[in-house]
Nanobody, 120 residues
Framework: QVQLVESGGGLVQPGGSLRLSCVAS????????MGWYRQAPGRQRELVAT???????NYPDSVKGRFTISRDNAKNTVYLQMNSLKPEDTAVYYC??????????????WGQGTQVTVSS
């Protein structure tokens, strides 16, 4: 099992910044990708950013140029730096980890979520 604990959410004004953190613990070997997803009320969960064990990153157009995902392997932590925040970024943000088990199958893990609210 892998445990993911997010922190760093809160209320911020439009144009402001926040940094989210996600600490992974447990059976963290063979985690090959981590990422952030978000879900706004009445909407489906959507991809925000991913980063592979090799450091490759992926962003949808909606956040590209504003959000940056990074990782500190020594601290088993993934970060999401969010700049130029907009009201439409308001959502619960979830940390995600993909891990290969001994059978070579992907296991999917989620954190409990952290609320980000962008409002004046």
């Amino acid at each position: 099992q892998v445990q993911l604990v997010e922190s760093g959410g809160g209320l911020v004004q439009p144009g402001g910044s926040l940094r989210l953190s996600c600490v992974a613990s447990g059976f963290i070997t063979s985690i090959y990708r981590m990422g952030w997803y978000r879900q706004a009320p009445g909407r489906q969960r959507e991809l925000v950013a991913t980063i592979t064990s090799g450091g490759s990153t992926n962003y949808p157009d909606s956040v590209k140029g504003r959000f940056t995902i990074s990782r500190d392997n020594a601290k088993n932590t993934v970060y999401l730096q969010m700049n130029s925040l907009k009201p439409e970024d308001t959502a619960v943000y979830y940390c995600n980890a993909n891990r290969l088990n001994l059978l070579g199958r992907t296991e999917d893990y989620w954190g409990q979520g952290t609320q980000v609210t962008v409002s004046s």
